[in-house]
T-cell receptor, first 116, second 111 residues
Framework: GAGVSQSPSNKVTEKGKDVELRCDPISGHTALYWYRQSLGQGLEFLIYFQGNSAPDKSGLPSDRFSAERTGGSVSTLTIQRTQQEDSAVYLC??????????????FGEGSRLTVL | QQQVKQSPQSLIVQKGGISIINCAYENTAFDYFPWYQQFPGKGPALLIAIRPDVSEKKEGRFTISFNKSAKQFSLHIMDSQPGDSATYFCAAARYGQNFVFGPGTRLSVLP
């Protein structure tokens, strides 16, 4: 696709349920990032995938959060046993980085999660 | 070490005025400094970016000024327009690592 695609765009769930958020990065982009943005707040780093390297999971807030990236392309962010404080917009971004040059970061429109 | 500080938190400018947003970083290994613009309900979009080998970059009404020795960079929006009203995030990155974002500045340009 032309840009980073995220689904669903909106998700309403009940406390305690599991949710999966999907990200389709720009074709050919080697790096994929997940960020979380609470209402009116900044961008909180969650996890970063770069090629075949082990992901940087240092931003995941708890062990209820996990993410995988299959085949170096599509990524899924899973939140288990959702809590109300998980309500936020989850943003995915991708970039192409090679030769030691940091690439531009392109964001999707986000998945808005509401936990009731 | 990994933080990026950004100020002001909010900014109100008259149409035609100059908007200035400042950022500061600590990690001298950062090699890429972008600015993102975000409208309500949308994902952030790259506005302009600079690498540390230059001190200034201009694209239309938008200019980044970069001071490597002070570890600071700023965004200047000339002839600010109501359509520029958005939240602006500065960021810093180094190859092979995640992007670190400032907390954002909410800009309002009055007609």
């Amino acid at each position: 696709g032309a840009g980073v695609s995220q689904s669903p765009s909106n998700k309403v769930t009940e406390k305690g349920k599991d949710v999966e958020l999907r990200c389709d990065p720009i074709s050919g982009h080697t790096a994929l990032y997940w960020y979380r943005q609470s209402l009116g707040q900044g961008l909180e780093f969650l996890i970063y995938f770069q090629g075949n390297s082990a992901p940087d999971k240092s931003g995941l807030p708890s062990d209820r959060f996990s993410a995988e990236r299959t085949g170096g392309s599509v990524s899924t962010l899973t939140i288990q046993r959702t809590q109300q404080e998980d309500s936020a917009v989850y943003l995915c971004a991708s970039s192409f980085a090679s030769g030691g040059i940091t690439g531009e970061l392109f964001f999707g429109e986000g998945s808005r999660l509401t936990v009731l | 070490q990994q933080q990026v500080k950004q100020s002001p938190q909010s900014l109100i400018v008259q149409k035609g005025g100059i908007s200035i947003i400042n950022c500061a970083y600590e990690n001298t290994a950062f090699d890429y400094f972008p600015w993102y613009q975000q409208f309500p309900g949308k994902g952030p979009a790259l506005l302009i970016a600079i690498r540390p080998d230059v001190s200034e970059k201009k694209e239309g009404r938008f200019t980044i000024s970069f001071n490597k020795s002070a570890k600071q960079f700023s965004l200047h929006i000339m002839d600010s327009q109501p359509g520029d009203s958005a939240t602006y995030f500065c960021a810093a990155a180094r190859y092979g690592q995640n992007f670190v974002f400032g907390p954002g500045t909410r800009l309002s340009v009055l007609p």
